[in-house]
């Protein structure tokens, strides 16, 4: 693999090492690209995401944090931040986050989070508007080797949230959170079906009132 291949070899998975890996992700040119890596293959991601992801990925985010702090359960979230594991894994998800004991483990001052040093997030999302395959597929066996107890993907196109709890090195496919008991994800694909036809304030407003119960 040299650089013009990759310039040119988006949003697939491409043979490569873990230090073309990092030539690629301290690459100024792949500033705003997020790159994946997993068993010897490198995936960067390049394409706009728009205002259906962004929206959704908006929604979600806020929604969780509404839910934990409704319930008092501690929580730090990161919108796309890097994980490493040396030599072998890396990934950026839309969304990530350290919940319960773990809220507070990754100190100020963090670039990337080295997970030789650091444990897994508790909980990884992906956006999934054009990469749903990819999200199911290889994306869910990289955060079932990283090692997350969950992770969704946000459906844009159905409107709906697939949500996995990881054990064991494999997942299987749940409807209610278990990072975040008592959290439905139905009603979350309630709260996403809202944002197609009303503002995130009536949807957040709703919400409230549903965690409140």
Same mark, same amino acid.
């Given at each position: &693999?040299?650089?013009?291949?990759?310039?040119?070899?988006?949003?697939?998975?491409?043979?490569?090492?873990?230090?073309?890996?990092? *030539?690629?992700? %301290?690459?100024?040119?792949?500033?705003?690209?997020?790159?994946?890596?997993?068993?010897?293959? $490198?995936?960067?991601? &390049?394409?706009?995401?728009?205002?259906?992801?962004?929206?959704?990925? =908006?929604?979600? &985010?806020?929604?969780? #944090?509404?839910?934990?702090?409704?319930?008092?359960?501690?929580?730090?979230?990161?919108?796309?931040?890097?994980?490493?594991?040396?030599?072998?894994?890396?990934?950026?998800?839309?969304?990530?986050?350290?919940?319960? %004991?773990?809220?507070?483990?990754?100190?100020?001052?963090?670039?990337?989070?080295?997970?030789?040093?650091?444990?897994?997030?508790?909980?990884?999302?992906?956006?999934?508007?054009?990469?749903?395959?990819?999200?199911?597929?290889?994306?869910? $066996?990289?955060?079932?080797? @990283?090692?997350?107890?969950?992770?969704?993907?946000?459906?844009?196109?159905?409107?709906?949230?697939? =949500?996995?709890?990881?054990?064991?090195?494999?997942?299987?496919?749940?409807?209610?959170?278990?990072?975040?008991?008592?959290?439905?994800?139905?009603?979350?694909?309630?709260?996403?079906?809202?944002?197609?036809?009303?503002?995130?304030? *009536? #949807?957040?407003?709703?919400? @409230?009132?549903?965690?409140?119960?």
């Amino acid at each position: &693999m040299n650089k013009t291949q990759t310039q040119l070899t988006t949003d697939t998975w491409i043979t490569a090492t873990w230090e073309e890996y990092i *030539q690629i992700f %301290e690459d100024p040119s792949y500033e705003k690209a997020k790159v994946y890596y997993h068993k010897g293959k $490198l995936r960067i991601e &390049m394409s706009p995401l728009g205002n259906d992801h962004a929206k959704d990925h =908006a929604v979600i &985010m806020g929604a969780i #944090v509404l839910f934990a702090t409704t319930k008092n359960i501690p929580l730090s979230s990161r919108d796309n931040c890097t994980y490493r594991k040396t030599g072998c894994r890396a990934a950026q998800p839309d969304a990530s986050y350290y919940i319960g %004991e773990n809220a507070d483990v990754i100190p100020w001052g963090t670039s990337f989070i080295e997970l030789d040093i650091y444990p897994p997030p508790t909980l990884v999302i992906e956006v999934a508007n054009t990469s749903l395959s990819d999200d199911k597929g290889e994306k869910r $066996l990289l955060y079932e080797a @990283l090692n997350v107890a969950e992770y969704w993907i946000v459906d844009v196109q159905k409107v709906e949230i697939i =949500a996995f709890a990881v054990a064991n090195n494999g997942s299987r496919k749940i409807d209610r959170s278990q990072v975040l008991p008592g959290l439905d994800i139905s009603l979350l694909n309630e709260a996403l079906q809202r944002t197609r036809r009303t503002n995130e304030t *009536q #949807v957040y407003a709703w919400l @409230l009132q549903q965690f409140q119960v």
